[in-house]
């Protein structure tokens, strides 16, 4: 292959990259605007700025245009998640980080949340699953595998029960607090970081034990010292 003919095809596929990322923005801003049902592919191209016809050499129909529109939102929303959390902090600290971000993120695109309830029920299949979400959901499940992990918490804590009031109570609290014209309450979070207390492994005794022993240990020492002196005086 020649080099210009390489070029040629590099060149060719950042144009077809260009433009699907131009269909996504337009897709992604029709459907936040009008909602679903009021989104057709037609408008998606005008806002693109390419013939409809164009546009279903990309995508088939507006469900499956939608799956993906709802697929990148939370492929980023996993990758800002993976930075938010500090895998070195104590676990309690990464969940409170995740659910910082959470809140905020969904607070900030709260039209998003409506969109992924469309697309998980498109064809019909009302327990169809976005890969992408559950690869969101799995930052969650990793902060709690690193705490049992660490003996921070019990193995006896119920995952996906935590995992459904976990994510739940924070988009209720996101719905919420837009109503109200709230930006971001960290109330919400703190009252949510309750419900891990009764698994947290309290490790204080354990260190205190430590302490106490090395405590001791000094002091059996420092008698036996004395007693070696004691001996050392005594009349041969």
């Given at each position: 292959?020649s080099?210009?003919s390489?070029h040629s095809?590099h060149?060719?596929r950042?144009?077809?990259?260009?433009?699907e990322?131009?269909i996504?923005?337009a897709?992604?801003?029709?459907?936040s605007?009008?909602?679903?049902d009021?989104?057709t592919?037609a408008?998606i191209?005008?806002?693109?700025?390419?013939?409809e016809?164009?546009?279903?050499?990309?995508?088939?129909?507006?469900q499956?245009?939608?799956?993906v529109v709802?697929?990148?939102?939370w492929?980023e929303?996993?990758t800002?998640?993976l930075?938010a959390v500090?895998?070195?902090?104590?676990?309690t600290e990464?969940?409170?980080?995740?659910?910082?971000?959470h809140?905020t993120a969904?607070i900030?695109q709260?039209?998003m949340?409506?969109l992924t309830?469309r697309?998980?029920?498109?064809?019909?299949e009302p327990?169809?699953?976005?890969?992408?979400?559950?690869?969101?959901?799995?930052v969650?499940d990793?902060?709690?595998e690193?705490?049992?992990n660490?003996?921070?918490l019990s193995?006896a804590l119920?995952?996906?029960?935590c995992?459904d009031?976990f994510y739940?109570?924070?988009?209720?609290?996101?719905?919420?607090?837009?109503?109200r014209?709230?930006?971001?309450d960290?109330?919400?979070?703190?009252?949510?970081?309750?419900?891990f207390?009764?698994?947290?492994?309290?490790?204080?005794?354990?260190?205190?034990?430590?302490?106490?022993?090395t405590?001791?240990?000094n002091r059996?020492?420092?008698i036996?010292a004395?007693?070696?002196?004691?001996?050392?005086?005594?009349?041969k």
């Open positions: 292959m080099a210009s390489s095809k060149t060719q950042e144009r077809l990259e260009a433009k990322q131009s996504l923005k897709a992604t801003e029709a459907f605007a009008l909602g679903v009021g989104t592919m408008e191209a005008r806002r693109a700025h390419i013939a016809g164009t546009l279903y050499l990309y995508h088939k129909n507006k499956d245009l939608l799956a709802v697929g990148n939102f492929a929303l996993t800002g998640a930075t500090d895998a070195s902090l104590p676990v990464q969940l409170k980080q995740l659910a910082t971000y809140l969904l900030q709260f039209d949340v409506g309830y697309a998980r029920l498109r064809h019909g327990e169809y699953q976005l890969p992408k979400i559950r690869e969101y959901v799995r969650f990793q902060i709690i690193r705490g049992t660490r003996k921070e193995e119920p995952l996906w029960q995992r009031v739940g109570a924070l988009e209720y609290s996101a719905r919420t607090l837009l109503l014209e709230v930006q971001f960290s109330s919400v979070v703190d009252q949510l970081l309750v419900m207390h009764p698994y947290k492994i309290d490790q204080t005794p354990a260190v205190f034990a430590e302490k106490k022993d405590s001791v240990s059996l020492a420092k036996e004395q007693l070696a002196v004691l001996v050392e005086r005594e009349p």
